[in-house]
């Protein structure tokens, strides 16, 4: 019989999550700071996605759509039926799990494969104090100058990433393409942690300060953008404004004890494997959805303005490493790891509209997809002892009027690898893709499996 031990824990106000917390922080100390923290949450939105956290601490730094939010983590870690001490994520994102965890005095394992978004969850829980902020801050622009070198388009660069461009296209204005280098250049002589928290800092305006917006699976250039171009002086304004929200942030929160927090910087498929069994007591995780996003390319930008890729081939490995959810990449034929009859089914049912599809390569992305989440659950299989949980936020997706009810194709897949579910339920409704009319036609699902 399933056991309604977490039924719709996702739907409880912030006063009980807040009261849900006081068990597992043993603290009041700890609980105030997340009641402070999550005080500027915007309860009315999604608990599933980073809509509520534009002005959380912390989690403003960046802004970072694809992400649940903080309340989702600390009310699942409070619905628990045991009390958890190591959380993991095999999917960092933006540090939301291990924020949270950090708030709560928990440990959590985060494994990111991102350089720049693995930087951005080191930054949230590295404390680092507001006047050695500002003093490193005043140090690097004071008497910036640009070079020659700034103002170079690096080998392996988009030629589009700095004017003139490509026909008349480009990213960046070259005074402001060419002062980011030199921010960037300067920026390195520093403590690592200070270095780290003004990378991702200067990370966090680069996109305000260009052409483009980021929309969807990539970036489009903003309308009339030739007439509303940024300056090198835009970006140092906005950089200023960046340093100042941080600084008030690492304030507010300088009580807070650093925690034991782990980033770990690599392919969740084989990073796991450094985890010991019975290290973590509970996962939660929101991986990529089967929908063709590829979140290396939403992440572009920052990847070669801030010297995390410094060639296509770097681009390309690093895209390989990512899960297998999208069709940007000719990903190699693996093994069957997904045993599902629906899965199949829906793979068949794929194939037999291939010609249909935007792109025909579609039902073997979606097979790979689940086979990556099962190779990855193996790993959990290994970590967790029986009784634990694991917790997943994830999307449906839809080709060509196929179906991938990725709740159920994930729960017969794991049957036979030692999990059980325990509670599905519907998070919220999402919206198909335009190709299908944009009608709110999939579900967002939070899945709780026991490991048995």
């Known amino acids: 019989m399933v056991r309604n031990f977490m039924a719709e824990f996702w739907e409880s106000t912030l006063a009980e999550t807040v009261r849900a917390s006081e068990r597992l922080s043993g603290d009041p100390a700890r609980t105030q700071d997340l009641a402070a923290w999550l005080g500027q949450y915007a309860e009315n939105a999604p608990t599933s996605s980073n809509q509520g956290t534009a002005k959380l601490p912390f989690q403003r730094w960046f802004h970072f759509k694809e992400a649940f939010s903080p309340k989702f983590v600390a009310d699942t870690l409070g619905s628990l039926p045991y009390t958890p001490t190591h959380c993991l994520d095999p999917f960092g994102g933006s540090g939301t799990t291990s924020l949270t965890c950090r708030m709560l005095g928990l440990q959590s394992s985060s494994v990111e494969v991102n350089p720049f978004l693995a930087d951005l969850i080191d930054a949230k829980l590295t404390p680092v104090s507001p006047s050695t902020?500002?003093?490193?801050?005043?140090?690097?622009i004071s008497g910036l100058e640009v070079t020659a070198g700034d103002e170079e388009l690096l080998a392996g660069m988009p030629p589009t990433l700095v004017a003139p461009g490509l026909n008349g296209r480009y990213v960046f204005p070259a005074d402001?393409?060419?002062?980011?280098?030199?921010?960037?250049?300067?920026?390195?002589?520093?403590?690592?942690?200070?270095?780290?928290?003004?990378?991702?800092?200067?990370?966090?305006?680069?996109?305000?300060?260009?052409n483009v917006v980021i929309n969807?699976?990539?970036?489009?250039?903003?309308?009339a953008w030739q007439g509303k171009e940024k300056s090198a002086c835009d970006l140092i304004a906005t950089l200023d404004a960046a340093v100042d929200v941080a600084a008030s942030d690492l304030a507010r929160f300088a009580g807070l004890r650093k925690g034991r927090q782990r980033v770990i910087r690599g392919d969740a498929r084989t990073a796991l494997a450094g985890l010991s069994k019975g290290e973590a007591d509970v996962a939660i995780f929101s991986p990529p959805y089967p929908n063709s996003f590829d979140y290396t390319d939403v992440y572009n930008l920052e990847l070669w303005m801030l010297g995390y890729l410094s060639s296509s081939s770097e681009n390309r490995a690093l895209r390989h490493r990512t899960l297998r959810s999208h069709v940007q990449m000719k990903w190699m034929t693996t093994p069957r790891h997904a045993a599902s009859a629906l899965l199949d089914e829906t793979l068949n049912a794929l194939r037999a509209v291939r010609g249909e599809l935007w792109n025909r390569n579609i039902p073997e992305m979606v097979g790979f997809y689940f086979d990556d989440l099962c190779k990855i659950f193996g790993?959990?299989?290994?970590?967790?002892?029986?009784?634990?949980?694991v917790i997943v936020a994830i999307g449906d997706s839809q080709y060509a009027g196929v179906h991938i009810d990725v709740a159920s194709i994930l729960t017969e897949a794991l049957a036979g690898m030692g999990f059980r579910m325990i509670e599905h339920g519907a998070i919220r409704s999402m919206r198909n893709s335009s190709q299908h009319g944009g009608a709110f036609a999939l579900s967002e699902h939070c899945l709780v499996f026991e490991r048995i």
Not at 133 to 140: F, K
Not at 193 to 207: E, F
Not at 216 to 223: E, L, M, P, Q, S
């Open 216 to 223: 969807g699976k990539g970036r489009r250039y903003r309308r």
């Open 133 to 140: 902020l500002y003093a490193a801050y005043e140090g690097l």
């Open 379 to 389: 790993q959990l299989a290994r970590i967790l002892e029986p009784g634990r949980y």
């Open 176 to 210: 402001v393409y060419a002062t980011t280098r030199a921010l960037l250049r300067r920026s390195n002589s520093l403590p690592s942690d200070q270095a780290r928290l003004i990378r991702v800092l200067l990370g966090s305006v680069l996109v305000s300060n260009s």
